[in-house]
């Protein structure tokens, strides 16, 4: 008697994604005649038909929806089994902590965390957002693992002698404006071009660095202080005032907002970096390589 098999449950799981044999077959990268052998071993293990064949592809019957329904069931299960055990085999377990400046923790810190998951399903990320000189703080009395800050013009002179430094990325601050900005069309726009317009910026406690107006300009007009990043680019959209950000969260914005650059000969730019204590572990180690890998070609190994 034939019976159900994980490579036939895969085949005819696809069949019903794409309503096709064909498709199916390029998918799985096995040919047309394989995947009809497969789907056949299934409708005889099932007992019934699980497709109707037709001339614009194929449809599922109702013991098709039962045999689907099941194996996407007994699929994820196989999965989830697989990256249990995987964990197992993986010298790199346990804990690890985080920590990151808001704008990094908007996208490049989460997407670098799930990039290691996937890699190392054994090792569990908890992620903390603060300032810089919380973070170093933080890492000094050893409740951080790696620290990402940013560092450059117009940032304090942070003391990282004693650390281990990566840099993960040499990126560069962008104007956010609603799409209805009169600059929302603009590539670049010089830095003279922004004197009258209203500046939203953020807030914090006292001597934590916060993203002001653009920071060559002189004197600029203030609209609105907003301590949170969801605050702030919601006010952009709003079309109460401009802000700038770090080109690293673009991924992260919102609808409504667009992103121009400033051409600015007196801005000499930042980086993001990682920081771990002197002697990184290999769990931390593991974290700077998907940082750096998320960062894409600018991202500097460690």
């Known amino acids: 008697m034939t019976e159900f098999t994980l490579v036939g449950l895969r085949v005819v ?7 096709s044999f064909t498709q199916a077959a390029d998918l799985l990268g096995y040919t047309q005649s394989a995947v009809s052998r497969q789907v056949a071993a299934m409708e005889a293990a099932a007992g019934a038909p699980i497709f109707e064949r037709g001339r614009r592809g ?14 996407t069931a007994i699929l994820a299960d196989v999965s989830a089994t697989e990256q249990e055990l995987a964990g197992l085999r993986d010298r790199l377990a346990g804990r690890l902590t985080v920590g990151s400046f808001p704008a990094a923790a908007m996208a490049l810190v989460p997407r670098a965390m799930a990039r290691l998951k996937a890699t190392h399903p054994g090792l569990a990320v908890q992620l903390t957002e603060a300032s810089t000189p919380a973070l170093l703080r933080q890492l000094r009395a050893k409740r951080l693992d790696v620290a990402v800050l940013g560092v450059g013009s117009g940032l304090p002179d942070y003391d990282l002698g004693d650390l281990h430094l990566t840099t993960v990325l040499h990126g560069d601050l962008l104007l956010a404006v609603g799409e209805r900005h009169r600059l929302a069309d603009r590539r670049t726009v010089a830095v003279a071009d922004l004197a009258q317009e209203p500046w939203i910026v953020g807030a ?6 916060q993203f002001g107006a653009w920071p060559t300009l002189a004197e600029p007009v203030i609209a609105h202080t907003a301590r949170h990043w969801s605050t702030r680019l919601g006010l952009v959209a709003a079309g109460l005032g401009i802000t700038v ?19 600015d000969s007196r801005w000499a730019g930042r980086a993001t970096v990682a920081v ?27």
């Open 58 to 71: 194929v449809t599922v019957t109702a013991a098709g929806e039962v045999v689907i329904r099941r194996a």
């Open 204 to 209: 914090g406690a006292a001597g934590e660095p």
């Open 276 to 302: 771990t204590r002197a002697r990184p572990s290999a769990r931390a180690q593991a974290l700077l390589s998907a940082l750096c890998s998320e960062a894409g070609p600018d991202g500097a190994q460690p």
């Open 245 to 263: 950000i770090p080109d690293l969260a673009v991924r992260a914005l919102p609808a409504g907002i667009r992103t121009v650059a400033v051409t």
């Open 13 to 19: 799981g696809q069949v019903a994604a794409t309503g």
